[in-house]
């Protein structure tokens, strides 16, 4: 039982889809490590991510041989071929790893740790030993004077065909274990062979009608039905309780009082944005879902707010309102003195340098950085300058043209007016690593 | 007999209502004080994961 092929939702243990749960039974390991092993490789570039909707997708629940991407997209799907499925997964993990992999907080640590973990904790641990428990059977063979007298369970009701036959089968062990014993004692290489299991079909000339009745009934694979499979387990629902079903039309009922409050107030004059309406919807969500801690979760509650947060993260994100914590600096010289050797610097936000009112009383340089957000810097009138740029990702503009836009960006601009004689030139060396660059006069 | 919970709603509860709030401050009131967010953030989700992890303990 060690392939992930035979691994099965749980259907009891069961936190979001029951997969953890599942994958801690078909390994035999605690489901809170589990559960935490999935959130770090959720960390490292979203792969958990990927796999954990992959598992839910592909992975019926336990007592059920249907995955739910049957469900989804048709009975079809069970006869693609295994392999196009591994295939599907390792492309979406390394496109989720391409996008998000770059911010992701702990890189792919995670992943290669709990990879290690389990290769050589749990994996080699089970497969790269032979197993101890099993003795082999030339050290049960030598040692035969240490065998015990062997307690056989007695069925305590009236006799049966079955128990009859049970019995004559133990005491024919029996027999066996002991000349297996006389055996070793006598001989210095014992060879020995099981005696022939009792025929199926005794011979028409057999004189005891019962032991023929015993025989064909050993015959049979299952004669008295004792190792019918069990029917399965129906799946746990997640939460079909009254109280349950009550929160969420408690939560369904505030929420649209909620948009129409904002709705009749954006329509007195209040501005309320997108994002607004949004994250009040996610607030009723996610107090019903605190309320859900005590009354049960109503079907349904989780991936609407799941949706929804998402939804907002986005939407705030694009909004004005994120603009605001962008540091913005402001730096103005006037001498060649005052310039930074060491230029400026801002890792997030706008860099806006007033160069307009330097007195170039010789040649200078400039430089100045940005991480992620824009630099712009004012030059003089009456100076030659000379602009350097470089930009991993974004769009150069200068003097109301753009230049470049897109990534790796790199690239010299001369200055538009012509020279005079006489003039200073200065030079400007920027960089952003994302963003835009903007130089005007 | 003893009371169990939900433990799954009360993180994403936690969890959204917090997003909700904050979305909202961004939206109507003004800028987030993200310095404090920096510290605040990554304590409550380490409050939030502990809180989970006992009330999973206790409920098994």
Known sequence: MSSIWTIRRSATDVKLTGLCGGVAQHWGIDPVLVRVGWVLLALSGGLGLVLYVAGWLLIPVEGSDKALAEDLFGESVRRWPRELWITLVVVASLVMLTIFGWFSPFGFGPAIVIAVIWYFGFYKGRHGKPDRTTPPAASAETEPAQLSEPQFVRHPGPATPFTEAAEAWQRRVEEHRRQVAADNQTAATPTHHWPAPPAANLSPSTPDAEAAEHSAFLAEPDPVGIYAEPPPAPPVKMSGTKSAKRLRLVSLIVLGLTLTGLGIAQAVGVAIPLAGYLAAALLVIGVTLLAATWFGMARGLLPVGVLLAAAVLIVTAAGPALRVPFATSHHAYMTVAELPTAGDFEDFGELSVDLSQLALSSDASYSAHVDVGRLDVTVPKDANVVLNYTADMGAVRAYGDEVQAGPELTGQIKDPQPAQPGQRTLTLNLSVDAGNIQVQR | ?60
């Open chain 2, 1 to 60: 007999m003893r009371k169990t919970y939900d433990v799954v709603a009360l993180i994403f509860g936690l969890l959204f209502s917090c997003v909700a709030l904050g979305s909202l401050w961004l939206t109507f009131i003004g800028p987030l004080n993200w310095q404090v967010i920096r510290i605040v953030a990554p304590m409550g989700l380490v409050a939030v994961g502990v809180l989970g992890l006992v009330l999973s303990r206790n409920h098994q």
